[in-house]
């Protein structure tokens, strides 16, 4: 019998990362993936590229090539940067890479929803540990750049349970009661040594520069707010819906570990 795969979800500030890395002590046998990584799921902070593409990419940074290829793996017809790993001063690097995710409305719906299912599909893991690999990003991408309807987003998990089957896994999801309180302790957490902000200004301008920020006029944390709470309202409808049997709910930040192990 496999072993279990667990996605961690809730949202921003829920305490995901914290969480994945008490999980992955206790697992130690356990393969965790975490935003950023090579994943045989997500591709979140990963550049999905033809082979062309791949070729160009190597061509305009020739200073990196040894870089980008180290971070690479082939899947198919396609390649996966993880260029976000890739730390370098040259002008634009990251930027452009960014291009080439699936996310931020740089795939039509149709396109998008295909990679998802065939990386699903594909998938026969045991053992593994995933950092928002089914909700967040996805659902991030089909609310403020995708601009689907609640209902459409449903239609698709419920697409998405059936692509899964039979696969061993389960959602942990770290239900947040006080979201401005979640926002805040993740703004402090990611900041500089000096106080400086890192995560907040870019979270905003990635809702402000977004079809549906523009469209509906979300700004600043106000906006933010606004966003998250519709979010978890979906995310718990997902949820009840169509996940429940696989889903195991905790308060976030107010779990005892061992207890929550042994509910899994």
Not at 128 to 136: T, V
Not at 138 to 148: D, G, P
Not at 180 to 196: A, C, F, L, M, Y
Not at 217 to 245: N, P, Q, S, W, Y
């Amino acid at each position: 019998m496999k072993r279990n795969n667990y996605f961690v979800e809730g949202l921003q500030g829920a305490g995901k990362s914290t969480f994945v890395r008490q999980l992955s002590d206790k697992l130690s046998d356990y393969k965790v993936f975490r935003e950023g990584d090579y994943s045989p799921i997500e591709l979140a902070w990963c550049a999905y590229v033809t082979e062309d593409e791949y070729d160009n990419v190597l061509s305009s940074y020739p200073s990196l090539e040894i870089e980008i290829k180290a971070k690479t793996v082939a899947e198919g017809n396609h390649r996966i940067i993880c260029y976000t790993q890739i730390l370098t001063d040259v002008p634009d690097f990251h930027r452009n890479l960014e291009k080439f995710e699936i996310y931020n409305g740089n795939l039509d719906k149709e396109s998008f929803e295909n990679v998802i299912f065939e990386r699903f599909r594909k998938w026969n893991g045991e053992g593994q540990i995933f950092e928002c690999s089914i909700f967040q990003n996805i659902i991030e991408n089909q609310l403020l750049y995708l601009m689907m309807a609640d209902d459409e987003i449903l239609d698709f998990y419920r697409r998405l349970k059936k692509v899964l089957g039979d696969k061993p896994y389960k959602i942990i999801y770290l239900d947040v009661d006080d979201i401005p309180g979640g926002i805040d302790v993740i703004r402090k957490e990611r900041s500089d040594d000096k106080g400086n902000e890192l995560w907040f200004p870019l979270m905003i301008r990635y809702l402000e520069e977004s079809p549906y920020g523009k469209e509906h006029g979300l700004t600043g944390l106000e906006g933010l707010l606004m966003h998250l709470e519709r979010r978890k309202a979906l995310e718990h409808r997902i949820v009840d819906e169509i996940f429940k049997e696989n889903t195991l709910v905790i308060k976030s930040k107010n779990y005892i570990l061992d207890d929550t192990i042994a509910r899994l």
